[in-house]
């Protein structure tokens, strides 16, 4: 296949990737501040009844949920990439320049940071951040940070399976500019797959990470680690529509809208990852 082939058959990833992704913001930019007041007489109507997605068994709309499950995590989970794809460009970057105490330095701290177990530094932080203040930035971050390591690691591999230092000096030699050398060749060309997977994965794991949370503080009674009590995570969502699969309540329709937007997510991550992929 040429490469104008392979660049256009990339297209299709990067369409539903911009979409899935502008859907998650476009919720959150619409997500109400408060929950609305119950109303028991519209308790659990479907999505025909009560459009768009029905409604939970305080007869509020489930386009809240979404809505305020998005604005919960959407600007987290794309800060949370964005750390862990400038730390892959930089760990990439430095082994290609051949600085081997600079490199020497990042694998040393990469390997300890690496070895952290992240569930109980991010419950750490959790617990540090003071109760008026919950937030998914602060556990974003360091899940990121965390993660960060790993995606550092392979973007120095791919640096040195280049030819490292050699690599950039065959450039210079050529003519070419720092800039065009490290920004085109070396990240645009050669690390983007693994900076823009490294960050799609990330993303999707601070969802899933806030998912969790949220839902083990709803299991126990208690209060979010993650967002204010007056707003709604997508683990709602779920908590509550799981109960059509064990109790046969009406509730179907929250199961399948939470499934729907993890899936949309999800789906969303691996599509920008397959944008990206090497020619």
Do not use: C, K
């Amino acid at each position: 296949m040429s490469g104008a082939g392979r660049r256009f058959s990339r297209w299709p990833s990067g369409l539903l990737a911009a979409a899935g992704f502008g859907a998650l913001l476009v919720f959150a930019a619409f997500a109400p501040e408060f929950l609305p007041d119950p109303d028991p007489s519209r308790a659990w109507q479907g999505p025909g009844e009560m459009p768009p997605f029905g409604a939970d068994d305080r007869g509020r709309s489930l386009w809240v949920y979404a809505t305020q499950g998005a604005s919960i995590l959407a600007w987290p989970a794309l800060l949370a990439g964005f750390v862990v794809a400038l730390l892959a460009v930089f760990g990439g970057v430095v082994r290609a320049t051949g600085a081997a105490r600079l490199d020497g330095w990042v694998q040393g701290m990469g390997e300890v940071v690496g070895a952290l177990p992240r569930m109980v530094v991010v419950l750490v932080v959790a617990l540090i951040v003071p109760a008026d203040s919950r937030s998914l930035y602060p556990l974003a971050v360091t899940w990121a940070l965390l993660a960060a390591p790993g995606a550092m690691d392979e973007a120095a591999a791919v640096a040195e399976r280049l030819g490292g230092s050699r690599f950039v000096e065959a450039l210079r030699a050529h003519g070419y500019s720092a800039a065009r050398i490290f920004l085109l060749h070396i990240v645009g060309y050669n690390l983007r797959p693994v900076v823009v997977r490294q960050a799609a994965e990330v993303s999707m794991q601070v969802v899933f990470l806030e998912l969790a949370l949220s839902y083990l503080a709803l299991a126990g009674d208690r209060p979010s680690l993650t967002h204010a009590d007056s707003v709604m995570s997508w683990a709602g969502l779920l908590s509550q529509g799981y109960t059509w699969l064990v109790i046969d309540m009406e509730s179907g329709h929250a199961l399948a809208l939470g499934l729907g937007l993890i899936a949309l997510v999800t789906g969303a991550s691996l599509a920008v990852s397959h944008a990206a992929r090497a020619r």
